[in-house]
Nanobody
Framework: QVQLVESGGGLVQAGESLRLSCAAS????????MGWFRRSPGKEREFVAA????????YYADSVKGRFAISRDNTQNAVYLEMNSLQSEDTAVYYC???????????????????????WGQGTQVTVSS
């Protein structure tokens, strides 16, 4: 199994950038589709971005498309979420999650389905002030 630890959250002004990191241990991130999710105050946890286990596909929620970018560093065994042009609506706890590679073949929106993610980090808080 894999353990995930997020870092990089903080308080920023609207329009600024942050880079979240998700450090993995126990298994290689290349064994998993890696996703970022977030939970805003008073809302359910929602999908933000994902990177397929084979590194071929990236997926984004419409609300972050063009502003956020997910990437992976195999040598560091980590996944990142680069967040630009942050808005107050991006304020949330951000979670990193890992999904077994077999789920890649389970259907069209496999990367959005939270129940298909096997491992989760503890989350990191991002607060954007306007």
């Amino acid at each position: 199994q894999v353990q995930l630890v997020e870092s990089g959250g903080g308080l920023v002004q609207a329009g600024e950038s942050l880079r979240l990191s998700c450090a993995a241990s126990g298994r290689s991130v290349t064994d998993y589709t890696m996703g970022w999710f977030r939970r805003s105050p008073g809302k359910e946890r929602e999908f933000v971005a994902a990177l397929s286990w084979n590194g071929r596909d990236t997926y984004y929620a419409d609300s972050v498309k063009g502003r956020f970018a997910i990437s992976r560093d195999n040598t560091q065994n980590a996944v990142y979420l680069e967040m630009n042009s942050l808005q107050s609506e991006d304020t949330a706890v951000y979670y990193c999650a890992a999904q077994s590679s077999s789920a890649y073949y389970s259907g069209r929106n496999y990367y959005r389905i939270q129940s298909l993610y096997n491992y989760w980090g503890q989350g990191t808080q991002v607060t954007v002030s306007s």
